[in-house]
């Protein structure tokens, strides 16, 4: 079961990734499975771009899944590595995310990890840290981030990533491959967020929309893997954008598998939102 109660969010988004960079805080500065019963193997498709603007609607069919998430962010020779484990309702479009921070310069882990509660509209992050009480949640209103959470929040949210493929431009078969015991098929190519954002689901809309606006370029390329049933199993795609008059390279890869599997998502109370303002 779902519950949502929406608080009124602490502060929004005041640059396009003001949320992020508090996350990964000084590092970036200082330094540089089982699912379900196998789909039946994929074959080359007829009209790959229908192929993986059809698989959003895959996903909603088989309705849940557990997921992964892997953000690399490269600057100036600094690169590091922000990764998330749990589930995600395809239906519903929450999740549940426990996302875990790089490890400090001197190689050992100060930083708890973050629970994300991830919801058509608003991010909801736990343990956040940067003057954030510890038993408080952070709201983000994600229509009002200048990426629309495909970056912001350490994980891109999964139904955005799938949606985004709505948007695909220019697509190419690369082959099949096995990707955890799974035949699938290999699609590379680039999507336009403006045009995702006009084709994607309601709920989703709104976040893709406000990254169409923010980024610099419209088009993000990505590498694409569906299995025989249409699902997207893995999605690669390639940001960039400038910080503080640095050129930010990011690769976010999310992975699903262990579809139809319970996911809940609960959110806060009104009054276990932080209302103050949030350190950058």
Do not use: W
């Given at each position: 079961?779902?519950?949502?109660?929406?608080?009124?969010?602490?502060?929004?988004?005041?640059?396009?990734?003001?949320?992020?960079?508090?996350?990964?805080?000084?590092?970036?500065?200082?330094?540089?499975?089982?699912?379900?019963?196998?789909?039946?193997?994929?074959?080359?498709?007829?009209?790959?771009?229908?192929?993986?603007?059809?698989?959003?609607?895959?996903?909603t069919k088989a309705g849940t899944s557990k997921a992964s998430t892997s953000m690399e962010m490269a600057s100036g020779g600094t690169r590091v590595?922000?990764?998330?484990?749990?589930?995600?309702?395809?239906?519903?479009?929450?999740?549940?995310?426990?996302?875990?921070?790089?490890?400090?310069?001197?190689?050992?882990?100060?930083?708890?990890?973050?629970?994300?509660?991830?919801?058509?509209?608003?991010?909801?992050?736990?343990?956040?840290g940067a003057g954030v009480p510890a038993d408080k949640w952070v709201r983000v209103d994600t229509t009002g981030l200048d990426d629309g959470n495909l970056v912001t929040g350490g994980a891109t949210d999964p139904a955005a990533a799938a949606e985004l493929?709505?948007?695909?431009?220019?697509?190419?078969?690369?082959?099949?491959?096995?990707?955890?015991?799974?035949?699938?098929?290999?699609?590379?190519?680039?999507?336009?967020?403006?045009?995702?954002?006009?084709?994607?689901?309601?709920q989703v809309r709104g976040a893709l929309a406000a990254a169409a606006k923010g980024f610099a370029k419209d088009t993000v390329p990505f590498d694409a893997y569906l299995d025989g049933e249409g699902r997207l199993r893995k999605v690669r795609h390639q940001f960039s954008f400038s910080n503080q008059g640095r050129t930010v390279a990011v690769a976010s890869t999310t992975l699903l598998y262990g579809f139809g599997v319970p996911v809940e998502v609960?959110?806060?109370?009104?009054?276990?939102?932080?209302?103050?303002k949030i350190k950058a």
């Open positions: 079961m779902v519950v949502q109660r929406h608080g009124r969010p602490g502060a929004r988004g005041s640059g396009a990734l003001a949320v992020t960079v508090a996350l990964v805080g000084s590092l970036v500065g200082t330094t540089a499975v089982t699912g379900c019963a196998a789909p039946e193997d994929p074959g080359p498709p007829a009209d790959p771009a229908l192929a993986v603007r059809n698989a959003p609607d895959a996903l590595t922000i990764r998330g484990e749990g589930g995600y309702d395809f239906r519903r479009r929450t999740g549940r995310l426990q996302v875990v921070l790089p490890k400090d310069p001197a190689g050992t882990s100060e930083h708890r990890p973050i629970t994300e509660l991830l919801t058509p509209g608003a991010l909801y992050m736990k343990n956040r493929l709505r948007g695909v431009r220019q697509v190419t078969y690369v082959g099949e491959v096995e990707l955890a015991g799974v035949k699938v098929s290999h699609y590379r190519g680039v999507a336009d967020i403006a045009h995702a954002a006009r084709l994607a689901s309601p609960t959110l806060p109370d009104r009054r276990d939102i932080y209302a103050g």
